[in-house]
């Protein structure tokens, strides 16, 4: 069936440094593709996303890339806050419904 | 505007009761989707609805029912609650494919634990 992986589970990195998060899929038909930001107890909110036709996106430190042939897609942070740790969800769209199929997540902690 | 809301916040059941989330939204948005969330596995799909009247199932459908009988209410229910439901759950709304591909909106979520 359809499915996301995505790694790594848990990201440790110093407070101005980058994070990388990436993630894969197998429904060769999805064109769509957010990314959620969850801090603790709190709801999901989209960071970004990205559509089919376009192979990156970015909105000031933060950066998405896709490539379609490998199915594969990665959320870039640069310049790194503690305000950013939280567990990052990515996801692709399957179907025409809207349904999402969600990774599992990457716990990023920024240290000061 | 309030988004997207989930009543209750949080619930404590004992094996074998019942009872229903509730969500509404006020975005007019045609989809609505209930999800799970479980420590690893990220969101699993339980059921969707693409419009007033509509319910189809997701990824983890078993033990729960749900319906849409107004556009900005999606009802989740648990007939027998089992432990292996304490779970936060999410609700969350888009618009339909119509408009393109739009992001899902997010309710604050239940925090549900069966004993």
Redesign the interface.
């Known amino acids: 069936g359809e499915n996301v992986e995505?790694h790594p589970?848990t990201l440790s990195v110093q407070e101005g440094d980058s994070a990388v998060i990436k993630c894969t899929y197998s429904d060769s038909a999805s064109?769509?593709f957010?990314w959620?930001k969850q801090e603790l107890g709190?709801?999901?909110?989209?960071i970004i996303?990205i559509?089919s036709n376009v192979g990156e996106k970015k909105d000031q430190r933060i950066a998405v890339t896709l490539n379609k042939t490998a199915k594969h897609f990665s959320l870039h942070i640069t310049e790194t806050q503690p305000e950013d740790s939280a567990v990052y969800?990515c996801a692709a769209?399957v179907g025409?419904?809207?349904?999402?199929?969600?990774?599992?997540?990457t716990t990023l902690q920024v240290k000061p | 505007n309030a988004g997207v809301t989930q009543t209750p916040k949080f619930r404590v059941l004992k094996t074998g009761q019942s009872m229903t989330l509730l969500c509404a939204q006020d975005m007019n948005h045609e989809y609505m989707y209930w999800y799970r969330q479980d420590p690893g596995m990220g969101l699993r799909l339980i059921h969707y609805s693409v419009g007033e009247g509509t319910t189809a199932k997701g990824e983890v459908p078993d033990g729960y029912n749900v319906s849409r009988l107004k556009k900005q209410n999606f009802l989740l229910g648990l007939e027998s609650a089992a432990p292996s439901q304490t779970s936060v759950y999410f609700c969350a709304s888009s618009y339909s494919r119509l408009q393109g591909n739009q992001p899902q909106h997010f309710g604050d979520g239940t925090r549900l634990s069966i004993l």
């Open positions: 995505q589970s064109n769509y957010p959620y709190k709801r999901p909110q989209l996303d559509r969800f769209k025409n419904t809207g349904k999402l199929i969600f990774g599992q997540g």
